[in-house]
């Protein structure tokens, strides 16, 4: 499967956050697309119309489990997707900000 380290990562990449709402709601990366993996698949078309048409598209969840099986999901969709080395816990250890929806420092849960 594809995947990314959190430091090949680049301000402005696209980035899909697979994890569920309250996960979210205690922090995640400024600019993710939200998209609970419990919804995705009925959410699809809101991840077709917000991702880059010829970007690709960086899935991540709390650790790369969930991240994964959407990555995968994808690339047989004939999206270019990888899935993010070790989720936001990676992440925040490597000092990216995490915020809440209001913009404050937030966490990973």
């Known amino acids: 499967m594809p995947t ?23 922090g995640h990366a400024e600019g993710a697309l939200h998209l609970p993996m419990s919804e995705f698949v009925a959410r699809y078309g809101e991840l077709t119309e917000a991702a ?3 970007g690709r598209v960086n899935v991540i969840c709390r650790s790369g489990g969930r991240s994964a099986q959407v990555t ?3 690339v047989q969709q ?28 937030g966490f990973v849960a």
């Open 4 to 26: 990314v380290e959190v430091a090949d990562l680049k301000d402005g990449d696209f980035l899909l956050d697979v994890r569920e709402d309250e996960e979210w709601q205690a």
């Open 52 to 54: 880059p048409q010829d």
């Open 72 to 74: 995968n999901y994808l």
């Open 78 to 105: 004939g999206i270019d997707a990888v899935n993010v080395d070790g989720g936001m816990q990676v992440w925040e250890a490597a000092g990216r900000p995490v915020v809440t929806d209001e913009g404050a420092p």
